[in-house]
């Protein structure tokens, strides 16, 4: 008797929920529709301001970044940075359209003032330049180790080197390892100069790096 009866109140449940349910959406039938528009207005707003704002200024700054990019491939690169009046340079294009830019915007500007020797203002827009691409964010960190080496902040410098060093096993490590190496000597730590020499003998001998890395080697060793 009670089994049968089970089926019963299971019906009688759901007719009070979905009884329920109806006199929710009668008591609330203007705020729901208000909610409704409100919703369909900030999805239209989201689109219409991605579509006729967001989109035009990403392309605006794509133009201005080639101009840019050719001044800096030209080595130009007070006008890659500047401007000349005509095109904007990588700080403007950076100030008025953010991220916009893209993100080598930062890279750019930061390798600009390293050329034109503004080490602060190259650390400044470097370290703000992120990326998941390890090759280029090592070679931003070596530019920074560079800005550092050339501010005589050597313990700086050798950091950011040898941060680009472990980031990704590839012949630019060899590079970063030598700088990572002449910095130390500057500390005088010759030991630690040593290992990273070494260091390019065992793993790099096949770049640049490692073709001379024995004379250093051997300069450090005889002074022992």
Same mark, same amino acid.
Request: proline share 1%; aromatic share 12%.
């Given at each position: 008797m009670a089994q049968n009866k089970q089926p019963e109140v299971q019906q009688e449940q759901v007719a009070t929920t979905v009884s329920g349910v109806e006199d929710f959406f009668k008591k609330n039938q203007k705020w729901?529709?208000?909610?409704?528009?409100?919703?369909?207005?900030?999805? %239209?707003?989201? %689109?219409?301001?991605?579509?006729?704002?967001?989109?035009?200024?990403?392309?605006?700054?794509?133009?201005?970044?080639?101009?840019?990019?050719?001044?800096f491939r030209n080595k130009d690169f007070e006008t890659a940075l500047n401007g000349d009046g005509n095109v904007l340079g990588f700080k403007d294009i950076i100030d008025n359209y953010g991220s916009r830019?893209?993100? @080598?915007? +930062?890279? =750019?500007?930061?390798? !600009?003032?390293?050329?034109?020797?503004?080490?602060?203002?190259?650390i400044s827009y470097l370290k703000g330049y992120?990326?998941?691409?390890?090759?280029?964010?090592?070679?931003?960190? !070596?530019?920074?180790?560079?800005? =550092?080496?050339?501010?005589?902040d050597y313990t700086n410098a050798l950091n950011w080197y040898k941060k680009a060093a472990a980031l990704e096993?590839?012949? =630019?490590?060899?590079? =970063?390892?030598? +700088?990572?190496?002449?910095? @130390?000597?500057?500390?005088?730590? +010759?030991?630690?100069?040593? +290992?990273?020499y070494k260091e390019i003998e065992t793993k790099y001998p096949q770049t640049v790096e490692g073709y001379d890395i024995q004379k250093y080697i051997s300069r450090i060793e005889n002074q022992k």
């Open positions: 729901i529709e208000w909610a409704l528009i409100a919703l369909v207005v900030i999805i %239209f707003g989201i %689109f219409a301001y991605n579509r006729w704002v967001v989109t035009p200024a990403r392309q605006e700054a794509q133009e201005q970044m080639y101009q840019a990019e050719q001044n830019a893209g993100k @080598s915007a +930062k890279l =750019y500007a930061g390798l !600009c003032n390293l050329q034109l020797g503004n080490y602060e203002e190259a992120k990326t998941k691409d390890k090759i280029m964010l090592g070679r931003a960190w !070596c530019a920074m180790g560079d800005a =550092y080496s050339n501010l005589q096993d590839n012949a =630019y490590a060899a590079e =970063y390892l030598f +700088k990572a190496g002449l910095v @130390s000597e500057e500390l005088g730590d +010759k030991d630690g100069a040593l +290992k990273l």
